[in-house]
């Protein structure tokens, strides 16, 4: 029952947000889900330019493991930070691309993140 209620509140709202703006509820909704798709989009690409960063700062300044007893103090972090880096990126970018491919459903939980 109190989740049938939410939902209707929800529904509500959206109308009400369409209403402020001009539009019907049934037209704002895939407005809402294009808006998903684009910032996961921009949200890839940034995260792909990060690692490739991280991987230009490796190769340039960091040293092969097979030569890690012969690095210098210097040249340790520059190894092992973008390879954690690339390791985040890569999390994030699964995530970002399950809102690529299911916009819909993240449309609707931000919808509610907002709502609540």
């Not at 330019?49 to 960091?62: N, P, S």
């Not at 012969?70 to 994030?92: N, R, S």
């Amino acid at each position: 029952m109190k989740g049938e209620l939410e939902v209707t509140y929800i529904f509500e709202t959206i109308e009400k947000i369409a209403d402020k703006i001009g539009l019907t509820a049934k037209e704002l909704w895939p407005y809402l889900v294009q808006q998903k798709i684009i910032e996961s989009i921009i949200s890839i690409c940034v995260l792909i330019t990060i690692g490739i960063i991280a991987i230009f700062v490796k190769q340039a300044y960091g040293t092969p493991f097979s030569a890690w007893e012969d690095a210098t103090d210097a040249q340790k972090p520059l190894t092992v930070i973008p390879l954690i880096v690339c390791f985040i990126v890569f999390i994030v970018i699964t995530v970002k691309l399950n809102v690529l491919l299911n916009p819909e459903y993240y449309a609707f939980n931000s919808l509610i993140t907002l709502i609540k």
